[in-house]
């Protein structure tokens, strides 16, 4: 039985059994269908990713994560956001069409690689990435993260964003620091910014930080993207805030548009 028909069969049967949160998924599904203007450049942007390759290529990265970290036992993740909301973000990210991107939080570059693929597919566009990276194995002062930083590492002796492949990093600009400390001054830069994705610490704190720095920078039109957005309060007071109603791409992910 070829693979994708083995798959399709498993999804079904999985929603045969668990209704709940397929009609979860359905639902988010149609959210970003409608940002986007149809179900139909949804669909085309879909098929872009997986003609890309792209996804054939993280697995494998994420095997050789899970041979380096995970199976340590040091209790790191790949911190990974999922294939699905990764296309979505690809789809924002296609529709959009930024000329300047800032996001917080590489970790392993996962969700970046998707932001780089949409930014080739544009053929336009620059991605400034601030990340603290936790490097499995080395030791950090107390305090050096936050409470909500999580518990994603990088390999030993590897860089933040490792596993993204090498002909997306064109237009990529690193920036290693605190978001507090290198966000203001790069916002500062930068001017006016298309999108920004907040996946660094997920305290309150760091996120209402962060929110509130980055907003003002939006063009109107663009969007503000956060990942872990049920881990505090911090976006669904920002989102009532500017008054704003957020567009989901995962359970946990969700975006607001300036």
Not at 69 to 82: C, R
Not at 179 to 190: C, H, I, K, T, Y
Not at 232 to 252: H, I, N
């Amino acid at each position: 039985m070829p693979a994708g028909l083995k798959r399709r069969l498993y999804l079904a049967a999985r929603d045969v059994r668990h209704p709940g949160p397929a009609l979860e998924r359905r639902r988010i599904r149609a959210e970003v269908a409608s940002f986007l203007g149809g179900r139909d450049l949804l669909v085309e942007y879909e098929r872009e990713v997986r003609d890309s390759g792209l996804m054939e290529h993280l697995l494998q990265k994420g095997r050789e994560h899970h041979d380096a970290v995970v199976a340590t036992g040091a209790g790191h993740s790949l911190g990974a956001i999922g294939y699905t909301e990764g296309v979505y973000l690809y789809a924002v990210q296609r529709m959009v069409r930024p000329e300047v991107v800032v996001e917080t939080g590489v970790a392993n570059g996962f969700s970046t690689a998707f932001s780089l693929l949409a930014l080739k597919a544009n053929g336009a566009g620059h991605l400034h990435s601030i990340d603290l990276p936790r490097e499995v194995g080395r030791d950090y002062e107390p305090g050096t993260f936050y409470e909500g930083e999580g518990r994603a590492g990088i390999p030993p002796g590897s860089e933040p964003g490792w596993l993204i492949p090498q002909e997306l990093k064109e237009r990529w600009t690193l920036i290693l620091g605190r978001s507090q400390d290198e966000l203001p001054p790069l916002l500062e830069r930068l001017g006016t910014v298309d999108t920004f994705m907040h996946d660094s610490e997920h305290s309150f704190d760091c996120m209402w930080f962060e929110f509130n720095a980055a907003w003002p920078a939006l063009r109107p039109g663009g969007v503000l993207v956060s990942d872990d957005v049920n881990s505090t309060e911090a976006f669904g007071r920002f989102a009532a805030q500017e008054e704003r109603q957020p567009v989901r791409l995962a359970p946990g992910m969700a975006l607001l548009r300036r």
